[in-house]
T-cell receptor, first 116, second 113 residues
């Protein structure tokens, strides 16, 4: 595997289900990100993990719960979602180097989530 | 609130022409700027990054940055139908090593044969 991978690629779930999205990066990075992309809206940053510590949480509802067990893996646990949560969920990774401002982010292929 | 503005398009150009995509940003302390290409149904792909005022060229792509005007652009020379996609401008905020990108809504480019 190379780059950033995400599984599953497509997910359909009911509002009462619990599911998890998985992201793995093979780039030697130490920062990972979850984004949400809805139609007609800019990419929305949800969570940032740097050196396995959550450093940003952009007012995301508690029905989304991230987990970063190590610098290569990132999960997004989903429970009791709403139909408006249907979107493309993207994982990205970058280097995290103190004092370095120019860290490029690379995206995985995304998970297309549909909540019924 | 940090904002990144792009014309949503679509921008239509004939094959072989130069496509010019523009972006303005609100946060004066932004330090680094990126262009991503996103094909329909796919994830964003980084195609250019620029950090200093002026031009940066990579193949058919040229990124231009003017921090005084808070303006960044992407020129695509000899446009091809395969360049038809949405182009996202992203601006990096000041962070502690990790990047905090703010994205524009993107400009859709259509290149006709």
């Amino acid at each position: 595997e190379t780059g950033v991978t995400q599984t599953p690629r497509h997910l359909v779930m009911g509002m009462t289900n619990k599911k998890s999205l998985k992201c793995e990066q093979h780039l030697g990075h130490n920062a990972m990100y979850w984004y949400k992309q809805s139609a007609k809206k800019p990419l929305e940053l949800m969570f940032v993990y740097s050196l396995e510590e959550r450093v940003e949480n952009n007012s995301v509802p508690s029905r989304f719960s991230p987990e970063c067990p190590n610098s290569s893996h990132l999960f997004l646990h989903l429970h009791t979602l709403q139909p408006e949560d249907s979107a493309l969920y993207l994982c990205a990774s970058s280097h995290s180097l103190p004092g370095q401002l120019y860290n490029e982010q690379f995206f995985g292929p995304g998970t297309r989530l549909t909540v019924l | 609130q940090k904002e990144v503005e792009q014309n949503s398009g679509p921008l239509s150009v004939p094959e072989g022409a130069i496509a010019s995509l523009n972006c303005t940003y609100s946060d004066r302390v932004s330090q680094s700027f990126f262009w991503y290409r996103q094909y329909s149904g796919k994830s964003p792909e980084l195609i250019m990054s620029i950090y200093s005022n002026g031009d940066k060229e990579d193949g058919r792509f040229t990124a231009q940055l003017n921090k005084a005007s808070q303006y960044v652009s992407l020129l695509i020379r000899d446009s091809q139908p395969s360049d038809s996609a949405t182009y996202l401008c992203a601006v990096n905020g000041v962070g502690s090593g990790y990047s905090t990108l703010t994205f524009g809504k993107g400009t859709m480019l259509l290149v006709s044969p």
